[in-house]
């Protein structure tokens, strides 16, 4: 590690850059693949050997679960590996006075920490292309993988409720100037499996003066017509005067957009959306009218940008704290403190996120104002320990 540090791009780096950057290496492998382990035992692994046990889970497809389950929890450890690694060295180094002897050369504590907020900000955007790129694949594909080795259906396949209104113009019974902008179509599908609304009901209110009704037991979308095939329903129309017609049907076409099929594949887990998926149901759920869930996937959208900010908030408080002249500390306690900090910075994480899915405050501030009230504490940390 030494030559390798020595020679290539690495030389442009100072002596003292390159000497703590060694010095971080080592332990922030270390606690990420530790932090990974024990995420993957608590949270995947006793699971499958439940199901191994109990459902006759073969070892082999508990084996891939277990593999496409990492990226997930991997970055999860990223960011608590950093701060552990910032702290442990950082702590080490101060009790050995060899910071101490760097402050006798006029070495700032800026300047001596400067080597961990690299690392850290290396290891955001490690962690924003694990979750963005890596982790919605690799964990649609262990949830289909097991799904599928236990007999049950897709997870990807199935929803509830579906609920979609469908705004536009009206056409007018008598002429084209009574036409009007409004609801025209409610979607609703009881349940939607493997690519099938089940219990679907539509009210059609695209003509002035009618209303329709549409219940089938099936809907089917059709690629090729662009429109949907409803299988074993009645129609009921109402007009104006009061009078009414209603007809049964085997097979019935119905022109309504593709929207209730995508609306009902969206992710139920922004974990498993992409940035770009996310934003694509965000629209979704404006389309429909369902401002809730557009809040909060407006929320998870900002979250997966600030989620990797962790690495430089913890691996400032890590650092930072770590270098203080007059911090002494056992590696005991460093991890007591090291999980005190997650904690904390967890919990007042979560609580924003609430607050920004209820719209009690915006969703960039609900993502945003954790990450810059750490980073403000972190900075009068580092002030403090400069004097």
């Known amino acids: 590690m030494n030559q390798l540090l020595r020679r290539g791009p690495w030389r442009r780096f100072s ?10 290496l080592g332990p922030l492998l270390f606690f990420v693949a530790l932090f990974t382990l024990l995420l993957l035992t608590g949270g995947v692994m006793f699971e499958l050997v439940r199901q191994m ?7 082999t497809i508990a084996a891939q679960v277990l ?43 800026a300047r001596m920490i400067a080597p961990a907020m690299v690392v850290a900000v290396l290891m955001t955007g490690l962690t924003f292309v694990l979750n963005d790129v890596v982790v919605p ?24 409720d579906i609920i979609y209104p469908r705004f536009g ?31 679907v009901t539509v009210l059609d209110f695209s003509r002035v003066g009618f209303t329709q009704m549409l219940v089938a037991k099936k809907a089917i979308w059709n690629q090729e017509q662009a429109s949907w095939d409803f299988l074993d329903g009645q129609i009921l129309t ?17 022109p309504l957009g593709a929207g209730p099929l995508r609306l009902a594949r969206i992710q139920k887990d922004a974990v498993n959306m992409t940035v ?9 759920y404006v389309e429909s009218g369902n401002n809730k869930d557009a809040r909060k996937i407006r929320v998870r959208i900002q ?27 056992s590696r005991s306690f460093a991890f007591v403190l090291t999980l005190g900090i997650i904690v904390v910075y967890y919990v007042i994480s979560f609580s924003f996120s609430s607050l920004g899915v209820k719209g009690t405050i915006p969703p960039l501030a609900a993502a945003w104002l954790p990450v810059l009230i750490s980073l403000g504490a972190g900075g009068l940390l580092l002030r403090q320990a400069s004097r």
Do not use: H
């Open 53 to 59: 046990v109990d459902k006759n889970l073969p070892i």
């Open 303 to 329: 979250e997966k940008f600030t989620f990797p900010m962790a690495c430089i908030v913890f691996g400032l408080f890590g650092a930072t704290l770590g270098a203080q002249p007059s911090y002494r500390t």
């Open 238 to 254: 109402l007009n104006s005067t009061g009078s009414s017609s209603q007809a049964d049907f085997d097979r019935y076409v119905y």
């Open 15 to 24: 002596l003292l850059d390159r000497w703590l950057l060694i010095e971080l």
């Open 276 to 284: 770009a998926e996310a934003k694509q149901a965000e629209r979704l």
């Open 67 to 109: 593999l496409f389950s990492t990226p997930r929890w991997l970055a999860f450890s990223v960011p608590m590996g950093t701060l552990m690694a910032s702290l442990f060295v950082y702590t080490r180094l101060s009790a050995n006075s060899e910071l101490t002897a760097l402050r006798s050369l006029g070495v700032t504590t």
């Open 169 to 199: 113009p009206r056409t007018g019974a008598v002429d084209d100037a009574s036409s009007e902008r409004g609801l025209t179509q409610l979607f609703f599908a009881r349940r939607f499996r493997d690519g099938e609304m089940q219990d």
């Open 137 to 160: 694949g690799s964990n649609r594909f262990a949830e289909v993988t097991l799904q599928r080795a236990l007999g049950r259906s897709l997870a990807t396949e199935k929803g509830q």
